[in-house]
């Protein structure tokens, strides 16, 4: 393996899970045990996927030479180049590339809210974390760069071609900031999914195991019920809708349908508003004043319906302590309830539990 030096100082922040000494940690079982991992990290959405990739031999099949061709270049050597260009790495000469060696890098890709911009179109935005080494002021390999992007990575090469260096001290927009806040859960749930000792320096994101599973059982749709309703059931009510989404739950597969009847049966026990996917402002005000007792009226520009609503209702909302969330029905229509804006993160996690598919808008 060989590693080139650059005028940067190491990133090895003692405090960070971002830093070095983390990162070999997880780099060495990776190389060592297993290339690929994917599993489930408490706060982030879906399972995250991390896989140890190296040049040349990742990108030396038929597909990968084929974007490579598509993109301008000769071989995933030049790619490789280009990436430590923008890295300020230093790059191969044609000696080093004919010697043939191997050159990894770390590929975390997870989920995580959408930027309000994002929202506009989409319930969850993806991140991608590229991670090479290198070595600052030292024959050794002692640092890394990363890269980033927030698009989807159909065409591979494409997609490490597109992506830009990312400083975790300084981001430069939304999408980034959100990413790093969600990086560093994910690194302290690789490090616990793989049982790697944390230097006891790094100032943990979260002071929960984020990978022990937590069992279903009716208390946790109690909970769910509790929080979506925000308190506002009969304690016989609750058991009942409990022990019934409970036994909904462990049904098979194959009785979808069934299931989904069952969720849309249980809102309709509560405070919920079932809209079409087209509304006016005037039936949002109406529907979330009955739902949260008292009147909402909210600032919106004219010629403005539906979604393009949500970031004014939102705000009007949140200064109330209270934000919109919806059922997700796969369909053309909306089921809304409006939550406490601090239960929201415990409902998106229980969300996934029971299966009851929730987005925020």
Request: aromatic share 14%; net charge negative; hydrophobic share 35%.
């Amino acid at each position: 393996m060989s590693f080139f030096s650059n005028l940067f100082g190491r990133n090895n922040d003692p405090k960070s899970i971002i830093s070095f000494d983390v990162i070999n940690s997880i780099y060495s079982h990776l190389y060592n045990e297993q290339a690929s991992l994917e599993f489930k990290v408490k706060g982030i959405q879906e399972n995250v996927i991390v896989n140890l990739f190296y040049f040349p031999g990742s990108l030396d099949h038929e597909e990968g030479n084929a974007e490579i061709k598509k993109a301008g270049f000769n071989n995933s050597y030049e790619i490789l180049n280009e990436l430590y260009k923008k890295m300020n790495i230093g790059t191969l000469s044609e000696e080093m590339i004919q010697e043939g060696l191997e050159y990894d890098f770390i590929h975390i890709e997870f989920y995580s809210e959408p930027t309000a911009e994002e929202k506009k179109f989409f319930k969850r935005s993806i991140k991608n974390f590229l991670i090479f080494f290198c070595s600052t002021n030292s024959l050794e390999t002692n640092d890394f760069r990363m890269l980033y992007s927030g698009r989807h990575f159909y065409d591979y090469t494409k997609g490490l071609l597109e992506s830009e260096v990312i400083d975790v001290n300084n981001p430069k927009n939304e999408s980034e900031t959100i990413g790093i806040r969600d990086f560093k859960l994910v690194l302290q749930g690789i490090c616990q999914h793989l049982n790697i000792e944390i230097p006891k320096s790094v100032e943990l994101p979260s002071s929960e195991n984020l990978v022990e599973s937590e069992e279903v059982t009716p208390e946790t749709f109690e909970e769910f019920i509790q929080l979506v309703s925000r308190g506002n059931i009969e304690e016989s009510e609750l058991k009942e809708q409990s022990e019934k989404l409970f036994e909904n739950f462990k049904r098979p597969a194959e009785d979808y349908h069934d299931i989904v009847e069952g969720h849309f049966e249980f809102f309709e026990n509560i405070d919920a508003w079932n809209s079409d996917w087209k509304f006016d402002p005037e039936d949002a005000e109406y529907f979330i004043s009955e739902m949260i007792g008292e009147d909402l009226n909210f600032e919106y520009p004219e010629e403005t319906y539906s979604h393009d609503l949500f970031p004014y209702i939102q705000s009007a909302l949140e200064k109330r302590g209270f934000e919109l969330m919806s059922y997700n029905t796969n369909g053309d229509n909306y089921l809304f309830f409006v939550a406490n804006k601090e239960d929201v993160d415990r409902i998106l996690e229980l969300s996934e539990l029971t299966k009851i598919e929730i987005d925020q808008l």
